[in-house]
C-alpha cells in the first residue's frame, strides 16, 4: 500500500478523555497512558491544554518531554496566549504538534463567539500563521464543522492551509451527522478545495448519537486519512469514536476500507485496562474489542462452531487484541523477575527501583490473600503503590467498621492528615455510608457524594473489589478509585483519593471559551 493508504490514528483519551466528567488524572497518570499509546504506536498523542491549568501544562511538558516515537500535540484557542503556552510546553518534544480551533457554524459564530464570517477567517489565519511560526507541524480544526455550512468550510480550510496548516480536522463536535453525511462532506471538501493535496484531512467525531466510529470510517472511505479518537470512546458526554473499534475495523474490513495503520493491536487491551483503571471508568462487558464478553461465546450452536472452526464465529482473533496472552500464572511465589517481565509485557514501565519495590510489595501482599494474580490485579497494584508514592493531603491508617443484622453499622477511622494523624467514628445506614460519613467528620469536605461503584476487578471470592467514587464541589467534579480484596477498604480509598483530587489545583480553562 502507499502512503496514501496509511490513517493516522490521532488519540485524545488525555484530552477530549480527560473531560469526561469525573476522568480528571494526574500528570504522573497521564504520562502512564502515554507510554502505553507509545508501545501501541499511535501516530499523534494530544497530551492536553496547555493554557488550561498549571496541571495541563506540566502534564503537555512532560510527555513531550518524554516519548520519543509518537508526535505529541498540544490543543489550542485561536488565541496567541494559547498557542504560545502550547508551543513552550511542546519544546522538548521529539516531534511536536499544536492544534488549533475555532468554531465555524452559525450558531456558534453568532452566539458563543459574537463574530462575523469574515472576523472568523481572518482569526483563523493568523491562529494558523502564529502556530507555524512556534512550530513546524500546524492543525486546525473547524469546530462544529458538522453544522457548518459547506461553502464557509470551503473558505475558511483553504485559507488555513495557505496559512500553513497542514493537518485540517473535521469535527462533529455535537455527534449531530450520520455516516452518509459525514462521508458526501468529507468528499465535497477535497474536491471542492483547490489546496486541499497540500494536507492531511480528519475527523474527530463524538458519539451522541451511537455513531461515532460508522460516521469515522464513512469518512475514511470518502478520503480522511487521521481519526481522532480515544482508547475505550472516553469523552465528552457520550465520548468520541473508540480507538480500538476503529483500529481493528479498518484491519478486519481492509478488503472493502484499503487502507491500514501502524497501531500493533495486541497491545490494545492492556491499554483499555490502563485507562479504565486510572479513569474510574470500567468498560461494560458487552463492549466491542475490549470488553469481557467480546470472544466469550455462550451459545451451544456458537461453541460448536468454534470448537470446529473458530472464524465461524469470530471474525478476529482475541490473541490479535491482547486477549488470553498470559501464559504465565502470577502468584505468593513468583519473583521480582517475574513480576517486573510481566510488567513490562503490560506496556507499565517504572520509572525508579523504589516504585518497582513499592509495587513489588504490595503484589507480595496482595498474593497472600488471593491464590492467583491476574493483569487486572497488576495494573489495580501498581495505581495503588504510585498513588502511595504521591504527596497526599488525606492518607488512609486504619479502618474498623462493625456490621451486625438488626444493629446501626458503625465505622472507626485513623487518616493521616498532612502527617498527622486524626481518628474519628460514625453510624451510618450500613457500613460504606458509616466509613464515609467518618472520613466526611474529618475531612469536612462539603463535597456531594455523586456516585458510588463497585466493580471486581477478575472473577472469584477473593477479587479485588475496585471502587469508583465520584464527588462534586462547587462545580467541579473528581473520580476517586480504590482497590482491595475489602471492599470496605477498597471503598474508604476510593473516597479519600477523590478528597486528594479535590485538593489539587483549581479550575480549568474551558476549551470552547474564549475571547477572540
Known amino acids: 500500500m502507499s502512503s496514501n493508504d496509511r490513517v493516522i490514528i490521532f488519540d485524545t483519551t488525555l484530552r477530549d478523555g480527560e473531560q469526561s466528567p469525573g476522568a480528571s488524572m494526574t500528570k504522573e497518570e497521564k504520562l502512564r497512558i502515554a507510554k502505553a499509546l507509545e508501545r501501541l504506536r499511535v501516530d499523534v498523542i494530544e497530551a492536553g491544554f496547555a493554557i488550561a491549568s498549571v496541571g495541563d501544562f506540566e502534564a503537555v511538558k512532560l510527555i513531550a518531554d518524554t516519548i520519543k516515537d509518537s508526535t505529541v500535540c498540544s490543543l489550542s484557542r485561536a488565541v496567541e496566549a494559547d498557542i504560545e503556552r502550547a508551543a513552550e510546553a511542546l519544546r522538548g518534544a521529539n516531534s511536536g504538534r499544536i492544534h488549533t480551533f475555532i468554531a465555524t457554524s452559525p450558531i456558534h459564530m453568532q452566539y458563543k463567539l459574537r463574530m462575523q464570517p469574515d472576523q472568523v477567517i481572518a482569526q483563523a489565519v493568523h491562529a494558523v500563521k502564529h502556530a507555524r511560526n512556534l512550530c513546524a507541524d500546524v492543525e486546525f480544526s473547524c469546530e462544529d464543522a458538522g453544522r457548518s455550512e459547506i461553502d464557509f468550510l470551503c473558505r475558511i480550510i483553504e485559507a488555513a492551509i495557505d496559512a500553513g496548516a497542514r493537518t485540517i480536522n473535521i469535527p462533529d463536535a455535537v455527534g449531530y451527522a450520520v455516516p452518509h453525511q459525514s462521508a458526501a462532506t468529507m468528499r465535497q471538501l477535497l474536491e471542492r478545495i483547490p489546496n486541499a493535496d497540500k494536507a492531511v484531512f480528519s475527523v474527530h467525531c463524538h458519539n451522541d448519537l451511537g455513531l461515532a466510529v460508522a460516521n469515522s470510517l464513512a469518512a475514511v472511505v470518502a478520503g480522511a486519512r487521521q481519526v481522532e479518537c480515544t482508547i475505550n470512546g472516553l469523552g465528552e458526554r457520550a465520548g468520541n469514536a473508540a480507538l480500538e473499534e476503529i483500529v481493528m475495523a479498518i484491519k478486519t474490513r481492509a478488503d472493502l476500507l484499503d487502507v491500514h495503520t501502524r497501531i500493533e493491536t495486541e497491545h490494545i487491551l492492556s491499554a483499555s485496562r490502563l485507562v479504565s483503571g486510572i479513569t474510574g471508568f470500567p468498560v461494560q462487558p458487552n463492549k466491542a474489542i475490549v470488553g469481557a464478553n467480546a470472544f466469550a461465546h455462550e451459545s451451544g450452536i456458537h461453541q460448536d462452531g468454534v470448537l470446529k472452526h473458530r472464524e465461524t464465529y469470530e471474525i478476529m482473533s482475541a490473541q490479535s487484541v491482547g486477549w488470553n496472552a498470559n501464559k504465565m500464572v502470577m502468584g505468593k511465589h513468583s519473583g521480582r523477575a517475574a513480576f517486573r517481565a510481566r510488567l513490562e509485557e503490560l506496556g507499565i514501565a ?37 498513588d502511595d508514592e504521591a504527596p497526599e493531603h488525606f492518607k488512609l491508617v486504619t479502618l474498623e467498621v462493625a456490621s451486625k443484622t438488626g444493629e446501626v453499622p458503625e465505622a472507626k477511622i485513623v487518616l493521616s492528615v498532612d502527617g498527622q494523624e486524626q481518628s474519628a467514628g460514625s453510624n451510618g445506614s450500613g457500613p460504606v455510608d458509616a466509613t464515609f460519613k467518618a472520613i466526611e467528620s474529618i475531612a469536612a469536605s462539603a463535597a456531594v457524594l455523586q456516585l458510588y461503584s463497585v466493580n471486581a476487578i477478575t472473577q ?57
Open 350 to 386: 517504572l520509572a525508579s527501583e523504589v516504585e518497582l519495590n513499592a509495587a513489588f510489595a504490595r503484589f507480595k501482599d496482595l498474593a497472600d490473600k488471593k491464590h492467583e494474580i491476574f493483569d487486572e490485579d497488576l495494573q489495580a497494584i501498581v495505581s495503588d503503590a504510585l
Open 460 to 516: 472469584g471470592t477473593d477479587s479485588q473489589g475496585e471502587v469508583t467514587v465520584r464527588l462534586e464541589k462547587a462545580g467541579r467534579i473528581v473520580n476517586g478509585n480504590g482497590a482491595d480484596t475489602d471492599i470496605l477498604v477498597a471503598s474508604a480509598k476510593a473516597y479519600i483519593n477523590a478528597l486528594n483530587l479535590m485538593q489539587a489545583s483549581g479550575q480549568k480553562a474551558h476549551p470552547q471559551v474564549a475571547d477572540v
